[in-house]
């Protein structure tokens, strides 16, 4: 290829092909760092989407801390309450309060609203101002350099795939990968630093999902997290070996946790070659994992004492930002509050092997009205028959309410009903008290078996546990399943609590499995030459693209492979009937994206 003639920036040049023409050619770089950029600009389908989005959340969270302050240093709760119960009445002057004002003291002095108090904040709010600043500050950081990696995508997209912003907003990814692999393999217009090889649809997926892959096997088999909510949990926070039967799915993996250890495993584990791709530690290469399993113990430590100091904070605002963006659902229908949400444990208890963020999301949003059936099918009969009465009292009031506040206009809401509560209040109540009953009721109307229903959503969903598959109408069965999929309000309160959990998590159960975290890393990922090091099933799969010799599975370098073994899920039999799963679960992701 020749020199550049003409640069239009770091990272696109113009040259001069073998017929004279100039095409734009686009310097890749790191390839560990190209894949999944190229893949976040996808998903955030552009510069000017990524740029905005990263803006208003920015804004969302300056504001949801402004508000915060607001209400704890400007609103005095004491005056706000002697304005409300002085409306109506006389004052000293002889005229009556009609309309009391927020900002205004009225003839008794109620003044609910102090502005005034920003001139003369409280140490309490000052040291809630520099925690938040510094992670405020934190917080720009990764959108600036989120947004610095969308810009740097740009060109690519614009001069080399030929695709604008309004026709990313319509294209299928495998559109997108069938440009990028003519760009790259036929007409030479990205280069990449090392030997980097042929470009396939497997190549570009391991690349996006190196870290992925890795996690889903360790979540799957190899930690041992427990539900905070269960005995076990703190059994084994204490315990000498945290890490004891530790061969299941993670019963608790909050999104908070996940970006946890996505981050200290990425920086502790693997490092960077000569070509930018990531390849194992090189002492963990060589088997001496304890310095790595010594890092891995010490960043736990640290982040688990960070997250300890700011989780009162971040409990506020997870508090704070749910309250705002369901507040017209608690206010108009609080009953959806009830409807099912998967949890970011699903993601990864149900994922397939090497499957893409967006295809995972599709299927489990198929699956989600079959699982919905076969979950509400279990309800029982007596539960709906107190759910079925309930809903008939709660509907009653509301139809009286509705019909009283048609001919009393709304100051008709304003009556004191029950325990010196308004009318408007107890209607509330009642409409959150149907929302619930509804959606208990709901599930017996399905005339369908639990095994068809289980059938249904089996078809979308990758179930590994043969006791979930033998046993489909057992209640034990619906209440693994029911574990992943919970209500709305549930998922917030879930997630809002990792926040008091997590730390726990990082000083007393993580620091126990570092040994076996290092392992698993050591024992189950293999190097691929110009791409890194990947899971061993991705890497054999490239090397059969490629015609070269593959690594055994099962051992290694002479070392037992546990991901795949019989020890991994207590028998053998039990070992083939995964490892069969496995195989299909990992050709249907690679080969037939749907």
Not at 129 to 149: E, M, Q, S
């Amino acid at each position: 290829m020749n020199e550049p003639l003409l640069h239009n920036g770091d990272d696109v040049a113009v040259i001069m092909d073998e017929n004279g023409h100039k095409k734009d050619v686009y310097f890749a770089g790191d390839p560990d760092e190209f894949f999944p950029n190229l893949y976040d600009y996808f998903i955030g389908r552009g510069v000017k989407n990524i740029l905005l989005s990263s803006l208003f959340e920015l804004l969302n969270l300056l504001f949801l801390f402004l508000v915060f302050v607001f209400l704890i240093l400007c609103v005095d709760l004491k005056a706000l309450n002697g304005a409300v119960n002085g409306l109506g009445k006389e004052c000293p002057d002889g005229t009556t309060i009609s309309s009391p004002s927020l900002f205004f003291p009225d003839c008794f002095g109620h003044q609910p609203i102090h502005f005034e108090q920003f001139d003369d904040p409280n140490a309490f709010v000052v040291s809630l101002g520099v925690i938040f600043a510094f992670i405020y500050c934190i917080y720009i950081y990764i959108k600036l350099i989120a947004i610095y990696k969308a810009f740097k995508m740009r060109p690519l997209f614009v001069s080399v795939l030929n695709i604008s912003s309004n026709q990313l907003d319509h294209m299928q990814w495998r559109e997108v990968v069938d440009k990028l692999m003519h760009a790259y393999n036929e007409e030479k217009r990205i280069t990449f630093p090392g030997q980097f090889g042929k470009m396939t649809p497997l190549v570009v997926k391991a690349m996006i999902l190196r870290q992925q892959n890795g996690l889903l096997g360790l979540y799957r088999y190899h930690l041992n997290l427990r539900s905070p909510f269960s005995f076990s949990y703190w059994l084994c926070c204490f315990s000498a070996n945290g890490a004891a039967d530790a061969h299941q799915f993670v019963e608790y993996l909050p999104k908070t946790l996940h970006i946890i250890l996505k981050y200290i495993i990425k920086s502790n584990v693997f490092v960077k070659d000569t070509s930018g791709n990531r390849i194992l530690q090189s002492r963990l290469r060589e088997g001496g994992y304890s310095k790595v399993e010594h890092n891995l113990r010490k960043k736990f430590f640290q982040l688990g004492i960070v997250i300890f100091l700011v989780s009162p904070l971040m409990i506020v605002y997870y508090f704070t930002s749910f309250a705002i963006s369901f507040a017209d659902v608690i206010k108009s229908s609080p009953g959806n509050l009830a409807l099912r949400q998967w949890t970011h444990s699903a993601k990864y208890r149900f994922r397939r092997h090497n499957e893409l963020d967006h295809y995972m999301e599709q299927r489990l949003q198929r699956a989600y009205k079959p699982t919905k059936d076969y979950i509400d099918s279990f309800v029982s009969r007596t539960t709906v028959l107190v759910a079925r009465f309930l809903l008939f009292m709660a509907g009653t009031g509301v139809l009286i309410t509705f019909v009283a506040s048609q001919f009393y206009d709304d100051t008709f809401l304003q009556f004191t009903f029950f325990a010196d509560r308004s009318v408007f209040w107890t209607l509330t109540n009642l409409l959150l008290i149907m929302g619930v009953c509804r959606g208990l009721v709901a599930g017996v109307r399905s005339g369908k078996t639990n095994t068809t229903l289980w059938n249904d959503a089996a078809k979308e969903l990758i179930i590994f546990d043969d006791e979930w598959a033998k046993n489909p109408s057992h209640p034990n069965t619906c209440s693994a399943i029911s574990g992943f999929f919970i209500s709305t309000l549930w998922k917030h309160i879930y997630e809002m609590f990792a926040f008091v959990f997590v730390p726990f998590i990082l000083l007393g159960v993580l620091p126990k499995q570092a040994k076996e975290i290092a392992l698993f890393y050591y024992k189950n990922f293999s190097e691929v030459e110009g791409l890194g090091s990947h899971d061993i099933r991705v890497a054999n799969a490239i090397r059969r693209e490629r015609g070269l010799p593959e690594v055994d599975v099962d051992d290694q370098e002479g070392v037992e492979n546990e991901m795949y073994s019989s020890t991994a899920f207590g028998s053998t039999s039990r070992s083939a009937v995964h490892e069969s799963r496995l195989d299909f679960d990992f050709t249907r992701s690679v080969f037939q994206e749907e």
